[in-house]
């Protein structure tokens, strides 16, 4: 989590300046809003996935931005936490309104699920919502034992760096000392487990500061009720809740874990863009030891 709030430390403060224009305009719009509608407070879940749907409320659930800081308040995508509201606890991100958790490295009693809208910087965009339910675990897998050997490491394999290249096209890693696991996301850390974090930079798509909305929604009359809300069904403070609120991770633009990783930016400028690609432990941490690799291309 430090570093998580490290990597967010900038845009925080950026946004700080931002937030005071904005209680205006969140005056006049309806605050994004989400409900689960499956599975129900209190259910039994049994098997290796958490089949989760939502309905949500005045805001747009899309992907094609992810990453971005320069598109506008009301699109983005879901979080979705386990036993958790912050970012160790932290999913994959969703570009759905039905989807899919698993469940390995989960024990059999008593989970809260959490899930809130994210906007394309990944900053929140509603409030979020809580969800009890009961795990049985009988038929489940359990973590994974730790690798042993050396040093993690990751190396890009293609494209090469100063290339120009299309809009779309596949990030080649080679990753040594190290498993990749989407279903370990949000999980209690393994050692020699985790995914890949990949950033894009560009000027104009990622430069501009984060907007941060719900921020601003707590100057006013219906905000201060929200944040009343959140205090009393997190148990934190106001300011508390707010760093929460404001953290962002610009140029994030996905979180896989394979080797091969479909990359599409169409929505993009053409130009230079810089891509950085890092090991993450399960709680989204970066692997000890593993240096980022770094790549220079030119979008077409």
């Not at 805001?59 to 992810?66: D, L, M």
């Not at 994959?92 to 698993?102: G, R």
């Not at 059999?108 to 409030?127: E, F, P, Q, R, Y």
């Not at 990783?261 to 399960?282: E, F, M, Y």
């Amino acid at each position: 989590m430090k570093y998580y709030r490290m990597r967010s430390l900038t845009a925080m403060l950026a946004a700080l300046a931002a937030a005071a224009a904005l209680p205006a305009v969140a005056a006049m719009m309806a605050p994004p809003s989400l409900s689960v509608t499956s599975p129900s407070p209190g259910a039994t879940i049994r098997g290796n996935s958490i089949p989760v749907s939502l309905a949500v409320h005045d805001f747009s659930i899309e992907c094609a931005n992810i990453g971005k800081t320069n598109t506008p308040m009301g699109e983005g995508h879901v979080h979705v936490m386990i036993d958790g509201m912050n970012m160790a606890h932290l999913a994959l991100p969703q570009c759905s309104t039905s989807f899919s958790i698993s469940t390995q490295g989960l024990s059999s009693g008593k989970h809260m699920l959490t899930v809130v809208l994210a906007s394309d910087a990944h900053v929140m965009s509603s409030a979020p919502v809580t969800i009890p339910f009961r795990y049985e675990a009988a038929h489940s897998k359990g973590l994974p034992s730790a690798m042993t050997g050396g040093k993690p490491s990751l190396r890009i394999l293609s494209p090469r760096s100063g290339a120009s290249l299309g809009k779309r096209f596949n990030l080649v890693l080679a990753v040594d000392n190290f498993d990749l696991s989407c279903d370990l996301e949000g999980r209690k850390d393994v050692a020699g487990w985790g995914h890949v974090h990949v950033f894009v930079q560009q000027h104009g798509e990622t430069t501009e500061s984060a907007a941060t909305p719900m921020v601003a929604m707590m100057k006013t009359p219906q905000g201060m009720k929200m944040g009343r809300m959140l205090m009393k069904q997190t148990g934190m403070s106001i300011n508390q809740l707010k760093p929460m609120m404001m953290m962002a991770e610009p140029g994030l633009v996905g979180m896989p874990c394979t080797k091969t990783i479909p990359v599409d930016l169409s929505t993009w400028h053409s130009g230079p863009a810089k891509i950085v690609v890092q090991l993450a432990n399960n709680d989204h941490m970066p692997a000890a030891g593993a240096a980022p690799a770094v790549l220079d291309v030119t979008l077409k």
